[in-house]
T-cell receptor
Framework: EADIYQTPRYLVIGTGKKITLECSQTMGHDKMYWYQQDPGMELHLIHYSYGVNSTEKGDLSSESTVSRIRTEHFPLTLESARPSHTSQYLC????????????FGAGSRLTVL | DAKTTQPTSMDCAEGRAANLPCNHSTISGNEYVYWYRQIHSQGPQYIIHGLKNNETNEMASLIITEDRKSSTLILPHATLRDTAVYYCIVTGNDMRFGAGTRLTVKP
């Protein structure tokens, strides 16, 4: 049973719209991550956070932004969506110590027309 | 940060063992090796991890060389449902996934 939730699962939106992809986890994990993945392609780390008020950019240049005001919540925002943002976005979390196993959400598939 | 190298793709016959190699020659002494797999576009699923000893669980076995520069994930009796992309990562690379190995299990 997944303890990390992403909404929406699917979103079709027009160019120029602002969107926020939600990610919430109930496991009290300190570390959270956003990945971007095109079909059949590599997973790219775009943002991560080690705790409240901590956010870092990943490897893939992304026009999205993130925030971490609460431990359980790590939303990703696109201020002005473009067709190049069409992709799947996966959120994940893991504890700050111990086994450090990543738990993934089901993903948000975004299509920008 | 330690990087990993995996073959792009592999095939395996159903019912046979699938042995997936991973090179992590720059791994540091306190870094773990983790294996995940991704089926279709679902989020990757954790399989197993280890530091220096071999590990086994209900899904797979992990063999780590004595110098820790490489490891092998073993699926002892591959089934068609094991067809997936398998990722080997090390903790020092902070959850960065490479391209992985696309394993195809054939009837």
């Amino acid at each position: 049973e997944a303890d990390i939730y992403q909404t929406p699962r699917y979103l079709v939106i027009g160019t120029g719209k602002k969107i926020t992809l939600e990610c919430s986890q109930t496991m009290g994990h300190d570390k959270m991550y956003w990945y971007q993945q095109d079909p059949g392609m590599e997973l790219h780390l775009i943002h991560y956070s080690y705790g409240v008020n901590s956010t870092e950019k990943g490897d893939l240049s992304s026009e999205s932004t993130v925030s971490r005001i609460r431990t359980e919540h790590f939303p990703l925002t696109l201020e002005s969506a473009r067709p190049s943002h069409t992709s799947q976005y996966l959120c994940a979390s893991r504890p700050g110590s111990g086994a450090n196993v990543l738990t993934f959400g089901a993903g948000s598939r975004l299509t920008v027309l | 940060d330690a990087k990993t190298t995996q073959p792009t793709s592999m095939d395996c016959a159903e019912g046979r063992a699938a042995n997936l190699p991973c090179n992590h020659s720059t791994i540091s002494g306190n870094e773990y090796v983790y294996w995940y797999r991704q089926i279709h576009s679902q989020g990757p699923q954790y399989i197993i991890h280890g530091l220096k000893n071999n590990e086994t669980n209900e899904m797979a076995s992990l063999i780590i060389t004595e110098d820790r520069k490489s490891s092998t994930l073993i699926l002892p009796h591959a089934t068609l449902r094991d067809t997936a992309v398998y990722y080997c990562i090390v903790t020092g690379n902070d959850m960065r996934f490479g391209a992985g190995t696309r394993l195809t299990v054939k009837p």
